[in-house]
């Protein structure tokens, strides 16, 4: 997402409570599932989590965006 994206958009309550807060518990949830199935430690989670973070953060070719304003 671009800068002028993060700058605009902005979450309801209705979505922060129904959508986003659910989706990060679960996400949270199936990390320490994987965690517990891998014996890794907590912190290679948390590397996969950034790489993740930075594919969206940086796409790698033009025209992937859902943001219709970048």
Do not use: Y
């Amino acid at each position: 997402m671009g800068d002028k994206c993060q700058a605009t958009w902005k979450p309801t309550q209705e979505q922060v409570d129904k959508i986003i807060l659910p989706a990060m518990q679960g996400i949270a949830q199936q990390c320490a599932s994987h965690i517990n199935e891998l014996q890794c430690p907590p912190e290679f989670i948390a590397l996969m989590l950034r790489d993740i973070a930075d594919a969206f953060e940086n796409p790698s070719s033009e025209g992937e965006s859902d943001c219709e304003c970048c």
